[in-house]
């Protein structure tokens, strides 16, 4: 055993291993032709060859990874050989903490992370608060009148309230809630954007002036001092580094705020549309969480958040995860060239019968009785794993909680109809309009349900 100074003695990463099984080109050439979409393949693919396997849609193979310990091995255990090199949404969010590489998101990850934690979460709560008060509001007035909404809008409106209260410290006003809606139609339209990202630019180049408008005005107000009614926002943290730090210019305060925009509350809205389309076609998993405590518990706020778990499970945010392999490596046993791009899928992992007893059920238990669940931290990765998971999964579970604690016990969606397919963009998302009617509950789920007070701050149970 080699014993010099500076000698690691642990073993190169990579350097034998099986071959990863390849799809036959036949298959990926049926399915082409038969126009499906891109997540129909990765299913063949993992069906057929299991949670590390290969297929080409060009001259270099792609290495799908689906199976737990690979997910953990390539985003949690060694982010160093497997690198994100670009953002699809990089034309919108530009050099912001999502799409940011190497040590320019190390330091701006740095900045954020302490806003996300348990303590640094308190400064929100107000903020949260109001957010879904104003919805309970115009939702009361809804039921009041009979007046139709579409829940997804209201979902995205709600989320969009919240985030804007973090950001800039004021609620959303209409004016800016309607220049903002030019996210949502920039998310929905990259997709379909040219590959040529000159031409992609050019095609949403309207949206884009939208949100610079937006962006601009309120980083200039908060420039001005002008804080919200609840002090300060995340944009005023991000005007403070730029007064020390030279690399927070003008133009990447603009990216990041559109970042934390962008990701505060794109999943949050879409996570919460598809939550309500699956308690419409499964009525007692509302029922039950509402009947695990009275309003405000710590029992009703975990159930609650176990409906919101097992949504993302089935639709997670980030339902998938391109990397790019920086170095040789050994996957599970797989040997991995330098180079290769691999994707790895939450969203099939989640849909794994050999982990997730049929998968394709809503069963919001799965999350709140003992080994309902898998417990390899590569089973359920909703917002992704280790140092690049997403900043803001406490704040999403947090505001969708709260929310749906106003919500659930007052109005039943009844929908006039229902999205015949989900979209598969940067999120999955219903693919249409969500209309609906409220109606009143039949019974209250809980006795203090039918006392408690319509107007006023949520409370709850949990930290």
Same mark, same amino acid.
């Given at each position: ?23 036959? $080109? ?18 063949? /693919? ?16 792609? /290495? ?9 091995? /390539? ?25 940011? %590489? ?14 996300? %934690? ?57 004016? %800016? ?24 630019? #050019?095609? +949403?180049? @309207? ?36 007064? #020390? ?23 949050? @809205? ?8 699956l308690l419409d076609r499964h009525p007692e998993a509302r029922e039950e969480a509402l009947a695990a405590g009275a309003p405000g518990s710590a029992e009703r706020g975990r159930a609650i958040q176990a409906l919101v778990h097992e949504t993302l499970r089935l639709y997670p945010s980030a339902w998938i995860l391109p990397r790019y392999a920086a170095e040789a490596d050994v996957l599970t046993g797989h040997a991995v060239e330098a180079g290769s791009d691999v994707v790895v899928c939450p969203y099939l992992t989640h849909r794994d ?20 669940? $898998?417990?390899?931290?590569? @089973? ?31 109005? +039943?969606?009844?929908?006039?109809? +229902?999205?015949?397919?989900? @979209?598969?963009?940067?999120? /999955? ?11 009143? $509950? ?22």
């Amino acid at each position: 055993m080699a014993t010099e100074a500076g000698f690691d003695p642990r073993p190169p990463a990579a350097r034998t291993g099986r071959p990863v099984p390849e799809a036959d $080109p036949a298959l990926v050439e049926r399915w082409r032709s038969g126009g499906g979409e891109l997540i129909d393949l990765l299913a063949l /693919v993992r069906e057929r060859l299991g949670g590390v396997a290969a297929f080409r849609l060009g001259p270099a193979p792609t /290495v799908l990874v689906t199976d737990p310990r690979a997910v953990q091995h /390539v985003l949690a255990l060694h982010p160093d050989r497997y690198v994100k090199r670009s953002h699809r949404a990089r034309l919108l969010i530009g050099d912001g903490v999502l799409a940011a %590489t190497g040590e320019a998101w190390k330091s701006q990850r740095r900045l954020l992370q302490s806003q996300f %934690t348990g303590t640094g979460m308190r400064r929100y709560e107000r903020r949260i608060a109001a957010a879904a008060q104003v919805t309970a509001e115009r939702w009361a007035a809804y039921a009041r009148s009979g007046q139709r909404l579409d829940v997804g809008l209201e979902m995205r409106r709600f989320a969009l309230d919240t985030i804007w209260r973090s950001l800039t410290g004021h609620p959303l006003d209409d004016g %800016t809630e309607h220049e903002l809606n030019a996210v949502a139609s920039v998310v929905a339209a990259m997709p379909t954007l040219p590959a040529d990202t000159a031409d992609a630019r #050019e095609a +949403v180049a @309207a949206d884009l002036a939208r949100i610079d408008a937006a962006a601009h005005r309120a980083i200039e107000a908060a420039r001005g001092g002008a804080a919200g009614p609840d002090g300060p926002g995340l944009l005023h943290l991000l005007l403070g580094a730029g007064a #020390e730090r030279p690399e927070y210019t003008d133009r990447l305060i603009r990216d990041e705020l559109i970042t934390l925009l962008v990701a505060g509350h794109e999943t949050t @809205a879409t996570t919460l549309t598809w939550l309500y389309l699956l308690l419409d076609r499964h009525p007692e998993a509302r029922e039950e969480a509402l009947a695990a405590g009275a309003p405000g518990s710590a029992e009703r706020g975990r159930a609650i958040q176990a409906l919101v778990h097992e949504t993302l499970r089935l639709y997670p945010s980030a339902w998938i995860l391109p990397r790019y392999a920086a170095e040789a490596d050994v996957l599970t046993g797989h040997a991995v060239e330098a180079g290769s791009d691999v994707v790895v899928c939450p969203y099939l992992t989640h849909r794994d019968p050999g982990l997730w007893p049929d998968p394709e059920r809503f069963d919001p238990r799965r999350f709140t009785t003992p080994d309902g669940r $898998p417990t390899h931290p590569g @089973a359920y990765l909703p917002f992704g794993i280790g140092p690049r998971a997403c900043l803001g999964l406490r704040f999403a579970l947090r505001e969708s909680t709260v929310l749906l604690e106003r919500l659930l016990p007052a109005h +039943v969606p009844a929908f006039h109809s +229902v999205p015949a397919k989900a @979209a598969y963009g940067i999120t /999955v998302r219903p693919d249409g309009p969500t209309p609906a009617s409220l109606r009143q $509950p039949r019974t209250p789920a809980h006795p203090r349900d039918a006392r408690r007070p319509a107007r006023g701050r949520p409370r709850s149970g949990l930290a």
